[in-house]
């Protein structure tokens, strides 16, 4: 406890210098900078060589300076009450005057918020004056980071600064919800759509092919660079295999996802399991047919997206 209060206090410095931080949240870990700030935010973008008309998601502790920048509506206020914190994201209006920095809309009247539950970053965030602009911590397109080592390995010493909170507890990003008109769901996420929908009694479906700019929607993303195949019964022998349901046959090259067929544990092992199989230096990998339900849903998103990758 007490070291992590000298690294938070580490980090409110560098943020106040307008550096970026890495920080834990419990979808995935963050590439962390002053969201008011024009410079720190252009850091982000060069250090994640993201192009720039792609939006950040802003963090925040609670309403209070949410309140200055974006225009709430009832629909948020619900799902705030219910899901706040925790991993899901809000498309809102942006006020005229908020001091949000253009870099961080891309010059757009909307802004993507989200209140993270992870307690280090829960702390910073109350002790700052400013929101802070976060995208995952990964290099555009890659695997996004689910621990502090992650992180390190994307951007080695172009970033000084990680702060340390143990693996992301979800594993994947947050669920997103335009609330600009009737919700609805932008990006598959930490709280199941169907929860949402139940919640809410409205259809919330979730379009892949929506119109407006969509979050994830480049052709390759979240991919290990490496080939990767969908809906494999019997992999190749060279290849990495991951899978879900216990084998009798043991192998070298089988990962499991999760010990009991868990999908909300096979979501949180995805992105760990995927950059280990990179690190073995497999060059393919194999997986099994994931149910396509609650966090197999999330699951098959992220991994038909990194199969575009050949
Ligand atoms: O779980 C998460 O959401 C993580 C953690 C760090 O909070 N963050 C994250 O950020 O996944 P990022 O930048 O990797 O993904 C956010 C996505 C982007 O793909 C972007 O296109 C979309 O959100 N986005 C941001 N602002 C938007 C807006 N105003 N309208 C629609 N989509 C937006
Ligand atoms: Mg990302």
Redo the contacts with the bound molecule.
């Keep these: 406890m007490k070291n992590n209060l000298s690294n938070i206090k580490k980090a409110i410095k560098y943020l106040d210098k307008n550096k970026c931080v890495g920080?834990p949240?419990e979808?995935?870990?963050?590439?962390a900078a002053n969201a008011y700030s024009s410079i720190a935010t252009a850091k982000i973008f060069k250090l994640k060589k993201?192009p720039k008309i792609?939006?950040?998601?802003v963090?925040y502790y609670n309403l209070k300076l949410l309140k200055r920048d974006c225009e709430i509506n009832d629909f948020f206020l619900k799902l705030y009450k219910k899901y706040s914190p925790g991993?899901i994201?809000y498309?809102l209006k942006l006020k005229k005057n908020s001091l949000i920095s253009k870099n961080v809309?891309n010059n757009?009247n909307?802004?993507?918020v989200?209140f993270?539950g992870h307690p280090l970053t829960r702390n910073l965030l109350k002790k700052l004056n400013y929101p802070l602009a976060?995208?995952?911590?990964?290099i555009s397109t890659k695997i996004?980071p689910v621990s502090k080592k992650d992180v390190k390995d994307e951007f080695g010493k172009k970033l000084s600064l990680i702060l340390d909170g143990g693996q992301s507890q979800?594993g994947?990003?947050?669920t997103?919800v335009?609330l600009i008109n009737k919700p609805q769901v932008?990006?598959l996420?930490?709280i199941p759509k169907e929860q949402i929908k139940k919640y809410l009694n409205l259809n919330v479906e979730y379009k892949k092919k929506s119109k407006?700019?969509?979050?994830?929607?480049e052709k390759t993303h979240y991919s290990p660079y490496i080939k990767l195949r969908l809906n494999i019964k019997h992999p190749e022998k060279h290849e990495a295999f991951m899978l879900l349901k216990k084998r009798k046959k043991l192998s070298s090259n089988y990962f499991y996802l999760s010990k009991n067929n868990n999908l909300r544990e096979a979501a949180k092992n995805l992105y760990k399991t995927l950059r280990l199989i990179k690190k073995k230096k497999f060059r393919s990998i194999a997986v099994e047919k994931i149910p396509n339900k609650g966090f197999g849903e999330v699951i098959n998103d992220r991994l038909k997206r990194a199969s575009y990758f050949k």
């Design positions: 920080i949240t979808t995935v870990y963050g590439l993201r792609n939006p950040l998601i963090h991993p994201s498309i809309t757009k909307t802004l993507a989200r993270p976060a995208p995952s911590a990964n996004s979800i994947v990003e947050s997103i335009n932008l990006r996420g930490g407006l700019k969509v979050p994830g929607q």
